[in-house]
């Protein structure tokens, strides 16, 4: 049976855009700002941490990270992220969005500091302080995911929704920008004050003493933004929809968003009724049955997505060496190859990183989440194949210029696609009392993809001939072949994307049936809403 919509939650519906609608993206998006930045920022130094820290004299090439340290240094952050994400979302549903929202921000702060300031000087030391921090910086990340994208979309009206919770999402475009920039400008300075051989002409000096200092600071720079966040965190009310729906108070949901809205709201308290059959949790048939399908779609694109998301964020450094677009190591010197490195990444970033996401929020309210997310993956697959089918003829000199193109394509389908439909579906379509929990678990296997990403294509993109391996790594299939397998796993997210409802122009009462009970003719109901959705 429906009931009627609180007065409350109709007013947020329907609000028209207004200041704090702006204050919560800003608010949200700098903790989404500082996760990118913090994620990414590692594969700008990975290479400076092995010319430091595993460096042998008389090698003809510099010193690079053992293939376990590679992986444990690039992995354990999104192993904390997993575990985070799936603690922080239902925490989130027991205690409220905004009594954990600090919580995650601080963890960041403290970690992205202990990061930089890892003890010891000896290889071991550095990397298991570097892998524990970064675990716990991780495990803060995690948090932010359900809980920023659950915040947004119980804040937005339904008119805007996906366009709010997108530019939230955004933000991290900015922040792997930001990484990028804080690398050159660091690493510039540091390489005009202490100017260094290649290392081909002096291996050992090539690496100034002073090159510890620059990944420090450059980890270290992400604790600033969620800093200065932190404080305006702490101000914003708890949404309505978690007070009035879970903690089932009336009362001060409207009061909370009379403040927001500046209306008089009135506080309905008598329609804070539990729905006959309406109050299933997680782990029942009422759930399989109503949302089962929906939360496999969410979790399996996520997850396909984050695959290749991740394989070409992180280890696209080692893509551009292999195809002559950054220079062999040995011609450059330490602080040079960060420099480098960090360029090529700033360059993809600013060209088609950040317009994907804001591409996004300009169309997802137009377009729908549906037809973004199928779009996304469809040209994700071509450009994939299209790099990898002919790559011996990308590796030529006079063609590099072509690959770089071809491959910023995959990051601007990436992101004006499934990167950003990925996080706004999950934060629409299940009931507020399990929102942030099925967002967690959403995201958690994301993380579950990017660990899959960053593990494999480490040893994957390895040269098929043992002679061209990097040192201490077995032989792979080689960059075109793991390129044809991302190609591959970004087909089989455009399939999972049919299990996936369009919430469009919806309220999150009418996606999640919230406000209705148990009826005979649900399972009819839904047959007819996904058929809808597959036609879009």
């Given at each position: ?189 540091f390489k005009n004050a ?240 399990l929102r942030s929990t ?50 591959c796993v970004n087909l ?45």
């Amino acid at each position: 049976m429906a009931k009627d919509q609180l007065q409350v939650l109709n007013a947020l519906d329907v609000a028209k855009t207004q200041l704090y609608h702006f204050t919560a993206i800003v608010i949200a998006g700098m903790g989404f700002f500082t996760d990118a930045y913090d994620l990414f920022c590692i594969s700008l130094v990975t290479k400076l941490l092995g010319r430091i820290y595993y460096h042998h004299d008389g090698e003809p090439k510099p010193g690079i990270l053992p293939p376990a340290v590679a992986a444990a240094v690039n992995g354990v952050a999104f192993c904390g992220t997993l575990s985070g994400q799936l603690f922080f979302g239902w925490l989130g549903d027991k205690m409220g969005r905004k009594k954990v929202y600090g919580m995650t921000l601080m963890l960041m702060v403290i970690c992205s500091i202990g990061s930089g300031l890892s003890f010891g000087k000896t290889a071991n030391g550095v990397v298991a302080t570097l892998c524990f921090f970064r675990f716990w910086l991780g495990f803060g990340i995690g948090g932010d995911y359900p809980l920023s994208a659950t915040i947004m979309s119980e804040y937005a009206n339904k008119k805007t929704r996906g366009a709010f919770i997108a530019a939230v999402f955004a933000m991290q475009g900015f922040g792997i920008l930001a990484g990028g920039i804080v690398a050159l400008i660091v690493a510039g300075a540091f390489k005009n004050a202490y100017p260094a051989p290649i290392y081909s002409v002096n291996g050992n000096d090539s690496t100034p003493p002073e090159a510890d200092y620059v990944w420090r600071i450059i980890l270290m720079f992400g604790a600033i933004p969620a800093l200065l966040t932190y404080y305006w965190r702490m101000k914003m009310p708890e949404t309505a929809r978690y007070t009035a729906l879970v903690a089932k108070n009336a009362t001060k949901a409207a009061s909370d968003m009379s403040k927001v809205l500046n209306v008089e709201i009135e506080a309905e308290e008598e329609k804070i009724v539990d729905v006959k059959g309406n109050n299933f949790g997680l782990f029942t048939k009422q759930f399989l049955r109503r949302h089962g399908l929906h939360l496999l779609g969410t979790t399996s694109t996520w997850f396909l997505l984050d695959i290749a998301f991740y394989s070409q964020n992180l280890f696209q450094k080692d893509i551009f060496s292999k195809i002559g677009w950054i220079p062999h190591p040995e011609t450059m010197s330490a602080l040079d190859e960060v420099f480098k490195i960090a360029r090529a990444q700033t360059l993809i970033a600013l060209c088609s990183t950040v317009p994907g996401y804001w591409f996004t929020v300009a169309f997802i309210d137009k377009m729908g989440r549906f037809v973004i997310q199928l779009m996304g993956f469809f040209f994700m697959t071509v450009f994939m194949f299209a790099l990898a089918i002919p790559y011996n003829h990308w590796t030529k000199k006079e063609n590099r210029i072509g690959f770089v193109i071809m491959y910023s394509l995959t990051f601007f389908f990436a992101n004006f696609g499934p990167n950003a439909t990925t996080f706004v579906v999950p934060a629409e379509i299940f009931p507020a009392r399990l929102r942030s929990t099925c967002h967690g678990i959403s995201a958690a296997a994301g993380k579950a993809g990017a660990i899959v990403g960053a593990f494999g294509f480490l040893y994957a993109a390895q040269s098929t001939d043992s002679s061209k391996v990097d040192a201490g790594y077995p032989t792979g299939i080689g960059v075109k072949n793991a390129l044809i397998v991302l190609g591959c796993v970004n087909l089989l997210g455009m399939l999972f994307t049919f299990l996936v409802p369009e919430s469009k122009g919806k309220s999150l009462e009418e996606m999640s049936k919230e406000n209705e009970g148990e009826e005979e003719n649900y399972g009819t109901e839904t047959k007819g809403e996904n058929a809808q959705t597959i036609s879009v």
